[in-house]
């Protein structure tokens, strides 16, 4: 539908005012009954209000007030924010707004001197920055924030009366003749027949005309015929420059070539050079027929947040006007316990590969961890990876050799973890093909050549553990049996082979011994049940095999949805097939908790309730590269799913302890975004920090509610508090913009200062010695303070000392009489954690 000069501003349901991104190509002559706020992010463009044009760039704000008919051009390549705030909207907020008029801003001398002028900037960004984050009262604080603006408008940029306004008796005939051009200014219409259409004389049309909107009458139809011509000229690259022309009403080809360079300033070829773009890819490619071109906000959002941390330091102001506040009250009975607490999620951690295991560096951290917040058990892959060098053939003859499994058992032994082993991958000798790998350091996930020689591998190799560390203690350990066979990426081999490769393994160990225990497959959870472990278990029955005990994988990824399409091409077999069947992280912060619930009842409906689950994997995503992996946020994460999920099931093996890990190429930089609690140089994160907190934890459940828990140890009292804030959806949804090597707090929702008030009842009576111990982005973020420092990518020794030396949590002691020790009151940040522990002195 053609576009009238009288625009009708489209406003969001949820909001009284429109806040969109755009870029500008040409926007011809119009009106509208909203001012409208033009904010430049990138670029240059020329804004014409009546018969004053002026040039506005980065960072300038233009003015347009309501009614006053106006056309944009864009000079170079932009980005722009446009706010369009209806009349009728302010009139309810500001008695008489509709009779006032303001300062265009843009060309004020010395308007950035002003700080009124930089206040409305800031919360220009900040209006962009909520609208595509869309939090809980993102409405509310949309609105508080609009209003400040024409708070300040009002009180310091109020003008008089500006000439140029449509008047309203007129805007009925303008819209006819306006409507009446869109629709034939291909044809060579004449200033006579429209006069005539529209019964009046010639000259009183001209004059309508140019008083009304600022052109005279050929001006208006040649900018109405190169608004079509430059859509044309974008899109469709094939079609000629003088065709384009004739299209669109151009007489002439010198006409078309006068009126495109008195408005661009280059010629048609020179601009479709600039603004190429490629049709193919539809979500990053503007749509030019709009005069306001709709893209992809990342750029757009990147450049916000550059304006905001930009003003932040100019300012000297923080940003945390954005951050709300919630408060919660509490009184516990500590005489009553609710529940005993094993702390399942102490049972297991993991590294990548079993070769890591022996690194210096590895062992220095697993020594780390063991001193501060020990675990019982350590899981890994690549057993039998070749640089293991378990397994050889000399002459066609196996030989088996345990040299590095002994030096890897003897020192896990040492420091007090067993092994969790996961019986896998294949030696490159043994398999039908030694090309199927995985991992920048191979690791070969093909089927054997034959199950006889493989089960002879694992028989060789339990049966030397056994003789070396005794049946009692091998007994004791863990042996999960390979990795997401679901997946071909891990299993390129049928169902059919993997089932009975597992049956013939699990003969094996028990033939060993019945003590031994064998694993089902590490499986993972999003992938529906009776895709693959429904069949697997009822092969475990039918053959008198099932395991002894049940591990599965859990990261926060939704299932792509199935289509027409991919039931046709049986979805389950797309599962196996594709890693990318997986999308973006789901949107449901509390996904594990419903997980956990969900695989309990199946095995429940299963009849293998009886057996335990291991979480032999858990992460908030899969990806090495994730930047806020290094953060706060990862220390808010773990306390929220290790609480909320307190000894659901046997462990929870959070994926991995270290950076070092050789799935992937190693990274220059130390806060890549690795999965690991440490980096690469054994500094350990706040993830790490966040689990030596909850290993303070007591071992009965006093009380627990949605970002804290009460425990007793004794005769002493733990409180443990969390600020866990969600991924916003346009992050979820992959867009990475406002994440940087040092910027990366701005894509979380529902951001929020936590004020929690814990009262304690019925506590004896005596003096409490009071430790708190508090994660925040000042205390115990290394990577906050690596930023602080300068982010430097080449670190000292003595810059790693330091910044192992920042990764302590703030604390705190005093001593309280028993009236004082009744109540404890925290005040977290998004993303803190904090740790009370209330001791009786004698």
């Known amino acids: 539908m053609p576009r009238t000069i009288y625009e009708l501003v489209e406003i969001d349901d949820k909001l009284p005012f429109d806040v969109s991104l755009h870029q500008v190509n040409y926007v011809p002559s119009h009106w509208h009954n909203s001012v409208e706020i033009i904010f430049v992010l990138n670029g240059k463009l020329e804004v014409r209000v009546g018969t004053e044009t002026q040039t506005i760039t980065e960072g300038d704000i233009c003015l347009i007030n309501q009614s006053h008919v106006h056309e944009v051009v864009g000079l170079t390549s932009n980005i722009i924010a446009t706010f369009l705030v209806p ?343 043994l398999a039908q093909d030694p090309e199927q790998t995985v991992f920048r350091n191979k690791s070969c996930v093909s089927p054997p050549i034959s199950i006889r020689m493989w089960c002879e591998l694992i028989d060789h190799f339990v049966r030397h553990c056994v003789n070396r560390y005794g049946l009692k203690e ?27 490769m597992y049956l013939q393994t699990y003969r094996t160990l028990k033939s060993i011994s019945t003590e031994l225990q064998i694993g089902a497959p590490g499986r993972i959870l999003m992938i529906p049940y009776d895709w693959f472990a429904g069949p697997f278990y009822q092969f475990c029955r039918e053959n008198n095999a099932i395991p002894d005990f049940i591990p599965v994988h859990y990261y926060p990824n939704e299932l792509v949805p199935e289509t027409e399409e991919t039931h046709r091409q049986s979805y389950p077999d797309l599962i196996h097939k594709k890693m990318n069947i997986f999308s973006g992280i789901s949107k449901d912060s509390d996904r594990l908790n419903k997980m956990l619930n969900q695989e309990l009842t199946i095995m429940k409906r299963e009849g293998l309730d009886h ?100 425990t007793r140890n004794k005769e002493a009292y733990q409180i443990l508090a969390y600020n866990y804030c969600h991924y916003d959806e346009l992050y979820l949804a992959g867009d990475v913009s406002l994440i940087h090597q040092t910027s990366r707090y701005h894509r979380f929702k529902d951001e929020k200062i936590l004020n929690l008030e814990i009262a304690l009842r019925g506590l004896p009576e005596c003096n409490f010695r009071i430790t708190r111990q508090k994660l925040t982005r000042q205390q115990g973020s290394s990577y906050d303070a690596w930023v602080r420092m300068g982010a430097p990518e080449q670190l000292s020794l003595e810059d790693i000392q330091y910044l192992k030396s920042t990764a302590l949590p703030e604390r705190f002691t005093e001593v309280r009489t028993p009236n004082e020790a009744q109540s404890f009151v925290f005040e977290l940040e998004p993303h803190a954690v904090e740790l009370i522990e209330i001791s009786p002195l004698l």
């Open 474 to 500: 091998v007994s004791s350990w863990r042996f999960e049996f390979w990795n997401e066979p679901e997946l071909a990426y891990f299993w390129p081999g049928s169902q059919d082979e993997y089932k009975e």
């Open 87 to 429: 009349v009728p909207y302010l009139k309810v907020h500001v008695q008489g707004i509709d009779q006032m008029y303001f300062d265009a801003l843009a060309g004020k001398p010395d308007i950035e001197d002003n700080e009124s002028y930089r206040r409305i900037r800031h919360l220009l960004a900040e209006l962009v920055l909520l609208k595509y984050k869309r939090g809980k009262v993102y409405e509310l604080d949309m609105q508080t924030r609009m209003l400040s603006v024409f708070a300040i408008l009002i009180k310091q940029f109020r003008n008089d009366p500006v000439q140029g306004a449509v008047n309203e008796k007129y805007k009925e005939r303008m819209l006819s003749i306006i409507n009446y051009i869109d629709d034939h200014y291909k044809e060579p219409i004449s200033l006579q027949a429209l006069a005539e259409r529209e019964y009046l004389s010639v000259p009183y049309l001209s004059k309508f005309f140019s008083e009304n909107i600022g052109l005279n009458f050929q001006s208006y139809l040649t900018s109405i015929r190169l608004k079509y011509a430059v859509e044309e000229l974008l899109r469709n690259e094939g079609t000629s420059v003088a065709d384009i022309g004739s299209n669109h009403g151009f007489p002439n080809m010198k006409s078309f070539y006068t009126a495109f360079k008195n408005k661009y300033h280059k010629t048609p070829n020179e601009y479709r050079q600039q603004y190429e773009r490629s049709i193919s890819t539809p979500s990053h490619a503007p749509d030019f027929s709009t005069s306001y071109a709709e893209f992809s906000q990342t750029r757009a959002l990147d450049i916000i947040e550059q304006f905001l941390e930009y003003m932040k330091q100019e300012e000297n102001t923080e940003t945390s006007v954005l951050i709300g506040r919630t408060s919660t009250a509490r009184q516990v009975n500590v005489t009553h316990s609710k529940r005993s607490i094993q702390h399942t999620w102490k049972n297991l951690i993991t590294i990548g590969k079993a070769k890591e295991g022996l690194h210096a560096d590895v062992q220095d951290q697993l020594r780390y961890l063991q001193a501060r917040c020990p675990f019982n058990y350590l899981r890994f892959h690549g057993i039998f990876d070749d640089e293991m060098m378990v397994y050889d053939e000399v002459d066609g003859e196996p030989r088996y050799h345990f040299r590095l499994t002994d030096q890897l058992f003897d020192f896990l032994l040492s420091i007090g973890i067993r092994p969790f082993i996961e019986l896998g991958f294949m030696p490159s000798k």
């Open 611 to 710: 057996l335990p689950i291991h979480i032999t994997e858990f992460n908030s995503t899969t990806d090495h590269r994730e930047l806020t992996n290094d953060t706060l946020y990862k220390a808010a994460y773990i306390a929220k799913n290790i609480v909320e999920n307190l000894d659901k099931v046997e462990s929870f093996g959070y994926w991995v302890l270290s950076d070092n890990i050789e799935e992937f190429t190693a990274s220059c930089h130390l806060y890549h975004g690795g999965m690991g609690l440490m980096t690469q140089y054994g500094i350990p994160k706040a993830a790490m920090l966040s689990y030596e907190l909850l290993s303070k934890l007591g071992d009965q459940l006093l009380d627990q509610g949605e970002g804290f828990i009460v």
